[in-house]
């Protein structure tokens, strides 16, 4: 089985801390993903990375860095934390040949910033 | 409009009924479909890929119309279990066979005794 692993479930932070949220993927896939869910507002995608040492923005990447050094670790970083971002942030992991690969999920990290 | 449109609900339906979702997509382009099933406080998992001649894995059917671009999920005699959150996904490939991964915002089923 596929194991996406984010080794942080959760978290509660300051307003201004620098935040470091990591996922491992055991499956050698070249995607990976950081996702945001909010109730509402469904899944939003914040970063991407098709490859080691790349990394694309998604649809939210304001306030988000991500480090790709490996293969198998994405990290999701917050420079200074906010209480807007306050939410469960989701890790994937998906192959890359073709459109149609399954995306594997982490359990989730949840930050709650104060 | 959005890339991948569903209706949020909450469907409540009794025990043993049939219950069917829809999600519509926006990209022509797009190649592949999948539903996903999130429970409360969960991450999503896989339920189902969704190809083009329909296809049905025990009490779920999945559907894709492309002329109308729309995707269903169909469930037959509902248990309590099936109670979750539902999430169509959309994939397109992108420039260098890349994919571009698109959710909706899901569906909240909830199944009553």
């Known amino acids: 089985d596929v194991k996406v692993t984010q080794s942080s479930r959760y978290l509660v932070k300051r307003t201004g801390e620098k935040v470091f949220l990591e996922c491992v993927q055991d499956m050698d896939h070249e995607n990976m993903f950081w996702y945001r869910q909010d109730p509402g507002l469904g899944l939003r995608l914040i970063y991407f990375?098709?490859?080691?040492?790349?990394?694309e923005k998604g649809d939210i990447p304001e306030g988000y860095s991500v480090s790709r050094e490996k293969k198998e670790r994405f990290s999701l970083i917050l420079e200074s934390a906010s209480t807007n971002q306050t939410s469960m942030y989701l890790c994937a992991s998906s192959p890359r040949t073709g459109a149609g690969n399954t995306i594997y999920f982490g359990e989730g990290s949840w930050l709650t910033v104060v | 409009r959005k890339e991948v449109e569903q209706d949020p609900g909450p469907f409540n339906v009794p025990e043993g009924a049939t219950v069917a979702f829809n999600c519509t997509y926006s990209?022509?382009?797009?190649?592949?479909f999948f539903w996903y099933r999130q429970d409360c406080r969960k991450e999503p998992k896989l339920l189902m890929s969704v190809y083009s001649s329909g296809n049905e894995d025990g009490r779920f059917t999945a559907q894709l119309n492309r002329a109308s671009q729309y995707i269903s999920l169909l469930i037959r005699d509902s248990k309590l279990s099936d109670s979750a959150t539902y999430l169509c996904?959309?994939?397109?490939?992108?420039?260098?066979?890349?994919?571009?991964?698109?959710f909706g915002i899901g569906t909240k089923l909830q199944v009553i005794p």
């Open positions: 990209n022509s382009a797009s190649q592949s």
């Open positions: 996904v959309v994939n397109e490939r992108v420039g260098g066979g890349y994919q571009k991964v698109t």
């Open positions: 990375s098709y490859d080691v040492k790349m990394k």
